[in-house]
Nanobody, 115 residues
Framework: QVQLVESGGGLVQPMGSLNLSCVAS????????MGWYRQAPGKQRELIAA???????NYRESVKGRFTISRDNAKNMVYLQMTNLNSEDTAVYYC?????????WGQGTQVTVAS
């Protein structure tokens, strides 16, 4: 069975930093594009960062320069380092694995940016 499990969410102050992790099982990890999505209240789920099986990285414009995605194929993990957070970053963050149009999803981890 495929399973993606996120961790690292929580409450952080504006301008602060937070690191998210996702561990995958049940897939041939090196064959998959890995990504992070988020869904804020009242908004649709959106892709914020992705890293391909060969290391090609894409970021949503609003997070460029603030977020960093990386993967460790030996550990079947993908990471998201977030800095300079603001209230608009408050959302549930989801780990995603994709291959040939078929996506797998984690359950999500809440990130709240507030004083």
């Amino acid at each position: 069975q495929v399973q993606l499990v996120e961790s690292g969410g929580g409450l952080v102050q504006p301008m602060g930093s937070l690191n998210l992790s996702c561990v995958a099982s049940g897939i041939r990890f090196t064959d998959f594009r890995m990504g992070w999505y988020r869904q804020a209240p009242g908004k649709q789920r959106e892709l914020i960062a992705a890293i391909s099986s060969v290391g090609v990285i894409n970021y949503r414009e609003s997070v460029k320069g603030r977020f960093t995605i990386s993967r460790d194929n030996a550990k079947n993990m993908v990471y998201l380092q977030m800095t300079n957070l603001n209230s608009e970053d408050t959302a549930v963050y989801y780990c995603n694995a994709w291959k040939l149009g078929y996506p797998f999803w984690g359950q999500g981890t809440q990130v709240t940016v507030a004083s």
